[in-house]
Structures are given as C-alpha cells and as structure tokens.
C-alpha cells in the first residue's frame, strides 16, 4: 500500500460546479499535511496547508481527519482556470514529504 | 537568483555517461530535496537533506548520489544514466521549524537513450 493515496481520477466538472478530494495516509505519525497544485509540464506550488481544525481560503476548504486519516479538498464554483492535477503531500517526522499520485481536475465550460 | 533554480532545464544524455543535475536556493532553507515524477508514478523522493553536510535515502535512491556542501546547493548526480532514469527531475527546498511548505524549481526533463 502506497503511503499516500489519490484516486487519480480524472474528474470532470462543468464550471461553477463543486467538486471534492479525498488523500488517505498510513503514518498515523504524520506531523503536518498541505494540497498542491500543478500544472502540464509546471513544478508543483503550494495551494494551501491543512490544519487540523480545517481551513479556508476563498473558494478552497481543506480538511483533516486524523482519526480516519484522510485530508479533503473541497473547490466551490469551479473556474475552468482550477484546471490541474492537485497533489496531497504529508510530512512525517523525519522532514520527508511523501506526495499522492495526485487528483487530476478538468473544468469545463 | 529569486527562489530556488533548477540547471539544466532539459538534456538529452546517452545512456552510460554521468551527469549532474544542479540545484540552487537563496532562501537559507535548511531542507533541500530530489524528487523524479514519472507519469502514473507521481513524485518520488530520491534522496533529501535536513542541512548542510547531510543527506538522506528516500523511496528510490538507486543509481543517484548527492552532496551537500553549503546551505545553497544540492546537487543531483547520475554516475552511469540508463534509460530507466528518463524523467522530470523536481528539486525542493523549505525551512524545518514548523508547517511549513516546499518550493519547488521548474524541473529537469531528463531524456537517457
């Protein structure tokens, strides 16, 4: 079993539509967990970190469930733009940050 | 340099000859990785460092070896290419103390024939 875990999908989705991620881990140790976004042929960048109380940032909630050990991202009111594979990343107590395969996403008109 | 810089950006290399995959950050990250992202694979770790003078095996370390002799540079090195070792080449810095993220450089398109 793969450390962290994606359905790779793909998922499409017209625009304005929600649209949700889940990432399953198996360290119950893991220390911190973030989603990135990356496009064709781009290095992956940040979208943002996930907290344990779950966090928002516009039109992006990220969630934690530790107990369960899975993260979510939920996008609302997709915009074709949000186009792009979306990886879940968890760090372990070593500094290594382990990657899921990734989600990727296509929004169409 | 502003962030973290990959070189070079892509190389074709026969398969046999060492090469060396250079990456250079000016943020004074302490952690610096290597990662290869093979399609169907995602991104797999091969070997990171906590700071300088360090270095660590990740999930497929086979046939690479690294250094690192400064905060700044952490330099990827092939010894004999195969063709196996074809792919996209990701190095990441960030800073250890608390959540906080990796930044990554644009990527090293590595074709071994």
């Known amino acids: 079993r793969k450390e962290v875990e994606q359905d790779p999908g793909p998922f499409n989705v017209p625009e304005g539509a929600t649209v949700a991620f889940n990432c399953t881990y198996s360290n119950s140790a893991s220390q911190s967990f973030f989603w990135y976004r990356q496009d064709c042929r781009k290095e992956p960048k940040l979208l943002m970190s996930?907290?344990?109380s779950g966090n928002e940032d516009g039109r992006f909630t990220a969630q934690l469930n530790r107990a369960s050990q899975y993260i979510s991202l939920l996008i609302r009111d997709s915009k074709l733009s949000d186009s792009a594979t979306y990886l879940c990343v968890v760090k372990n107590a070593g500094n290594m940050l382990t990657f899921g395969g990734g989600t990727r996403l296509m929004v169409k008109p | 340099i502003a962030g973290i810089t990959q070189a070079p950006t892509s190389q074709i290399l026969a398969a046999g000859r060492r090469m060396t995959l250079r990456c250079t950050q000016d943020m004074r990250h302490n952690a610096m990785y290597w990662y290869r992202q093979d399609l169907g694979l995602g991104l797999r770790l091969i070997h990171y460092?906590?700071?300088?003078?360090?270095?660590g095996k990740g999930e497929v370390p086979d046939g690479y070896s690294v250094s690192r002799a400064n905060t700044d540079d952490f330099p990827l090195t092939l010894a004999s290419a195969v063709p196996s070792q074809t792919s996209v080449y990701f190095c990441?810095?960030?800073?250890?103390?608390?959540?906080?993220?990796?930044?990554f450089g644009q990527g090293t398109r590595l074709t071994v024939v």
């Open positions: 996930v907290y344990s």
């Open positions: 990441a810095s960030r800073k250890t103390d608390g959540n906080t993220e990796a930044f």
């Open positions: 460092s906590n700071t300088a003078g360090t270095t």
